[in-house]
């Protein structure tokens, strides 16, 4: 199965460029390309990529930002930054990146970092298949189990609401139900859709889909307004604030 690979740069000659050297790597396939962060991130949200040839500096949010955002993400893409600033390498590989490549750079030097993503791809499909038992995919399915009333029922994801963590147990709410799951919030965080279930708090994740309105707190955080039953409130902490501005473009 092909790489699929995001371009992200506001320079065309530059996009132009590394399309044309991608083009000799037969597992590599570039999908889509993006000027900005901000039109990567929503690039990022309808499709899952495999890597980002991600630029820093671009008006308005940096690669290193848009970087630091992927992060938070349950499956995230592999990262190379080409850019022609240096001094920002350690920053990079803080972020996880697999590569820093310099402008201009060369064929060989991007086949070395190829062969670095290569080898970091399988390395993980080893790790997944010592997980899981076997090589074969497993298909993921858009309902999830949950427990009430003693039955185990299984519901669709798009009827989720808002998932809370209480007194060592986790909760999903729909528009009228509330359900135990037997996952923990962070294990729901990873099989629940990335590109519209967010982590808001260390306790709670949200449908952004469900969400009405976006309310200021105090001291940097927010609560959402979703629209269950009784409008409840989910907070957004301050870590996850600036985090949710940037994935809403606000």
Known sequence: M??????VDDEYP??????????????VEVV???????EALKL????????LFLDVEMPGMTGLELSSIIQELPKRPYIIFVTAYEEYAVKAFEVNAVDYLLKPFDEKRLHQAMQKLFKLVEKNKEKEKAVHGSGEEHTKLDRLPVEKDGKTLLIPETEIIYAYTQDDSVFLKT???LYVSKYTLKELESRLNSTVFFR????????LGKVQEIIPFFNGTYNLVVNDDHRSKVPVSRNQA?????????
């Open 2 to 7: 092909k790489l699929k690979a995001l371009i």
């Open 14 to 27: 530059a996009r132009k460029e590394l399309r044309f050297l991608l083009d000799q790597f037969e597992n």
């Open 32 to 38: 889509g390309e993006a000027t900005n962060a901000r």
């Open 44 to 51: 990022i949200s309808a499709l899952n990529y495999s890597v």
């Open 175 to 177: 528009t009228k139900d």
């Open 200 to 207: 808001t708090h260390r306790c709670y994740i949200v449908n």
């Open 242 to 250: 600036k985090n949710l501005k940037k994935f809403l473009g606000m």
